[in-house]
């Protein structure tokens, strides 16, 4: 078993930013790929960015040049920096772990006022 816990969300206005970090705990020897996810008003749960354990990254179009994920295999930790905000990016964030199971977070909501 995985256990994720998220931390960062908040209030921002449009143009800042902010910093999620997620810390993985448990049996995470085997985690491959790690990310965020995130999950809007009257929206779906989308794809934001993902790592895996070799570096290799993938991001959805409509944060590509403003999020930078990374990810500190060390540490078990990966961490979201969210500049250039925008109020379509309200949602809460979901902290994701695979390893073949796949593992989620609580989430943390992240607000962007216009």
């Known amino acids: 078993q995985v256990q994720l816990v998220e931390s960062g969300g908040g209030l921002v206005q449009a143009g800042g930013s902010l910093r999620l970090s997620c810390a993985a705990s448990?049996?995470?020897?085997?985690?491959?790929?790690m990310g965020w996810y995130r999950q809007g008003p009257g929206k779906q749960r989308e794809l934001v960015a993902v790592?895996?354990?070799?570096?290799?990254?993938n991001y959805a179009d409509s944060v590509k040049g403003r999020f930078t994920i990374s990810r500190d295999n060390a540490k078990n930790v990966v961490a979201l920096q969210m500049n250039s905000l925008k109020p379509e990016d309200t949602a809460v964030y979901y902290c994701?772990?695979?390893?073949?199971?796949?593992?989620w977070g609580k989430g943390t909501l992240v607000t962007v006022s216009s």
């Open positions: 448990g049996i995470i020897f085997s985690i491959n790929t």
């Open positions: 994701n772990a695979v390893d073949g199971m796949t593992y």
């Open positions: 790592i895996s354990r070799g570096g290799r990254i």
